[in-house]
């Protein structure tokens, strides 16, 4: 039977866009089938359907995500009545809910909809599609009793009509306020109360959306400066020096566009990072002269400058009546909106409250959310040796608005302060460091001469190696300063994990480093090992391969049903190469009993049931393989790029594995992604291996 969420409100402005994704994320934690139901819309795109349907791969046809929209609900109430209106709905509801194992329902949102008691339809409408409540009450401007008194009078608004409340969760309440407020109402409602503090990056408007809202002509930028949050703005009139003293981090600085000096004054400020601005807003429908626009363009590349027609006053009247939305054009806003609904709401609880049975197998969704999710339960801090790198600096932002590690940058600081303004991204207090001038050279210098002494490796020529990013970076690691690396988007995977095995090495428990691939394919995620490391292991290094990554699979929540493969299946074929695999399950099956293992065994055998039921009938691995063990290198690594290539898998790796403390490399190719998914791979591996001790 299918289940449904509705996410509810009692009037405007409850923020509730972050509750709704938030659950929405909760909920393709567990399954991968999530529909999305609106009863009613108003004309034109519903910003949060696109939003989901585009974060969460959705395949639903937007047209059966809604109902009804808002005109033609009020005139069939008024010609036949409630009853009527309710029936079409629920009829339009159930056509979704067949084709979905979950279904998230987004509540009416009380915008001049011209409907008589909005929240009573928001109840009936849930009993009717079976589904049980969260309801969002909106505290902004409230104060802390005022918040209590409406959230309660909500929550037994509710349940008089009959519904199924899981939680209340009162949002955008004075942050100062919010622990108060917590404290009030958990003690006077039988539900669970989540506190959402206001969160400023979230109101705030990006500078493509008062671009858009004030009929503004983007002069310079492009689509990441434009996507920057205005947090602020800044009125220029008076003299530069006073208009600089007044910027703040992310301010949109308003001036008439005849105001050179202030145009070149505040980019200039911004490509200094004291501080880095939003962008310029140019009012008068002025447009400065061409050298001025070229100067401004290489002071802060990137850094938007919009005109627009309208006088400062009435420009400033409309700027203050602007407030940020959450769409599938603002993708940073989503982050944080995320960050702020993890930070606060007990999601391990509210699953449990939601009662959604977990899908068999592990989608690449699932995955990825679960990593995040693992990672964020135990802070780490993880170092970036490629800190000015623009892909990683725009997975650094994302890890920190979802609030999922700690970060430390290395290289010129300066370069990746600028980088980060120019990028509109705000660091926060990740650590950023210079090797070349970090007061920790000289002592790392005389660690890693201790360790290379063996080598002839002096204090001296210790002092220059340790400059490098990545050793720097182990270092960091190996001393305990950071808990692990993620480096290879500019480096190759040598120059990325040589520092590793000369550093950190190998645990007691293994005999060799060797790494595996996360392969997500659309309906499930395959483990690949080793397509990275070692170039021909013999029968014992392979057994090694094949035991460390079925326990790398498990901790990812991969149930290991490991394959060892080879050219032919079970007893058919000999050679070396046969033997060579043939004896090394023999080795894993007597070392490991506890693990489902077959092999040899061909690919196909491996992971399609059908050829399976063919060539190895009385296998429990054949045909549902999950850890696919190559026998070489040359192999394992043209059949992952193959994969990639041809059936658009992502591939996440290679994760190393048998080291003492993680360090991980990444494809020269990465995306924003793959980075992100790889810093919560480390930090995973970190607890684990905390724990382990």
Do not use: W
């Not at 182990?474 to 500019?490: A, K, N």
């Not at 035991?547 to 699979?553: D, K, L, P, R, Y």
């Amino acid at each position: 039977m299918t289940r449904s969420v509705y996410v509810t409100g009692i009037d405007r402005g409850d923020g509730r866009q972050v509750v709704e994704l938030g659950v929405m994320d909760l909920l393709t934690r567990q399954v991968d089938r999530v529909g999305v139901f609106r009863p009613l819309v108003h004309d034109g795109p519903d910003r949060l359907f696109d939003l989901l349907r585009a974060r969460y791969r959705l395949s639903q046809d937007p047209a059966s995500g809604y109902g009804m929209d808002y005109h033609e609900a009020s005139a069939l109430q008024a010609e036949k009545g409630t009853d009527e209106l309710v029936s079409r709905l629920v009829d339009r509801f159930h056509q979704v809910a067949r084709e979905y194992e979950v279904v998230l329902v987004l509540g009416t949102d009380y915008a001049a909809t011209q409907l008589p008691d909005e929240l009573a339809l928001n109840a009936r409408l849930a009993n009717e599609f079976g589904a049980s409540v969260i309801a969002v009450v909106g505290g902004k401007g409230q104060t802390a009793e005022g918040v209590r008194a409406e959230t309660r009078n909500a929550y037994r608004a509710y349940e008089v009509l009959g519904c199924n409340v899981l939680a209340m969760v009162a949002n955008r309440v004075a942050p100062e306020e919010r622990e108060t407020i917590a404290e009030r109402l958990a003690a006077s409602l039988p539900v669970p109360l989540y506190t959402l503090p206001d969160e400023p990056a979230l109101a705030a408007p990006t500078v493509a959306q008062i671009a858009h809202a004030l009929g503004g002509t983007v002069l310079l930028g492009d689509d990441s400066g434009l996507a920057r949050d205005a947090m602020d703005f800044v009125f220029g009139g008076a003299m530069l020096p006073n208009v600089l003293n007044a910027l703040t981090p992310g301010c949109m600085v308003v001036t008439p566009g005849d105001r050179a000096d202030l145009v070149v004054g505040a980019l200039a400020a911004h490509s200094a990072g004291t501080p880095p601005i939003a962008g310029l807003l140019l009012t008068l429908g002025e447009r400065p002269a061409d050298e001025i626009l070229t100067l401004a363009s290489r002071l802060a590349p990137g850094t938007p400058v919009v005109s627009v027609p309208g006088m400062s006053f009435p420009t400033a009247a409309e700027l203050f009546g602007l407030e940020g939305k959450l769409s599938a054009t603002t993708p940073r806003k989503a982050e944080t909106a995320l960050g702020v609904f993890e930070r606060y709401v007990d999601t391990g609880d509210l699953l449990d409250r939601l009662a959604v049975a977990r899908s068999g197998h592990v989608t690449p969704m699932m995955f990825e959310n679960d990593l995040l999710e693992q990672a964020r339960a135990d802070r780490r801090r993880i170092v970036l040796p490629e800190g000015s790198e623009e892909r990683v600096l725009r997975a650094a932002d994302v890890l920190l608005r979802r609030d999922v590690c700690d970060l430390t940058l290395l290289g010129d600081t300066e370069v990746i302060r600028k980088k980060a303004a120019d990028l509109g991204i705000d660091l926060g207090a990740s650590q950023l460091i210079d090797p070349a001038a970090s007061t920790l050279r000289r002592p790392f210098a005389e660690r890693y001469a201790a360790l290379r002494a063996h080598r002839g490796v002096s204090v001296e020529l210790a002092h220059d190696v340790v400059v490098d990013v990545n050793y720097f970076g182990t270092l960091m690691v190996q001393e305990g300063l950071t808990d692990g690396m993620v480096s290879g988007s500019v480096h190759s995977t040598a120059a990325t994990i040589r520092p590793a095995f000369e550093i950190i090495k190998t645990k007691p428990d293994a005999s060799i480093v060797s790494s595996v691939f996360f392969m997500c394919l659309a309906d499930r995620v395959l483990v690949y090992g080793d397509c990275a490391v070692n170039p021909d292991p013999d029968a014992e290094q392979l057994a090694d391969i094949a035991i460390q990554s079925a326990v790398t699979a498990a901790r990812f929540g991969v149930e290991p049903r490991i394959a060892m493969l080879s050219y032919s299946t079970g007893s058919s074929g000999s050679g070396a190469d046969v033997d060579k695999v043939r004896e090394a399950t023999k080795l894993v099956r007597a070392s490991r009993p506890d693990l489902r293992i077959d092999g040899p065994i061909q690919y196909d055998a491996a992971v399609e049931p059908s050829v399976a039921a063919t060539k190895l009938p009385d296998s429990e691995v054949a045909g549902r393989a999950t850890v696919l063990v190559f026998p070489d290198l040359n192999t394992g690594n043209n059949t992952y790029k193959a994969v990639q290539r041809s059936a658009g898998a992502v591939a996440v790796g290679p994760v190393l594995q048998g080291l003492r403390k993680p360090v991980n490399d990444l494809s020269r190719g990465a995306l924003v992604s793959d980075i992100v998914t790889t810093v919560a791979i480390t930090a995973v591996q970190s607890q684990e291996q905390e724990q382990s001790a």
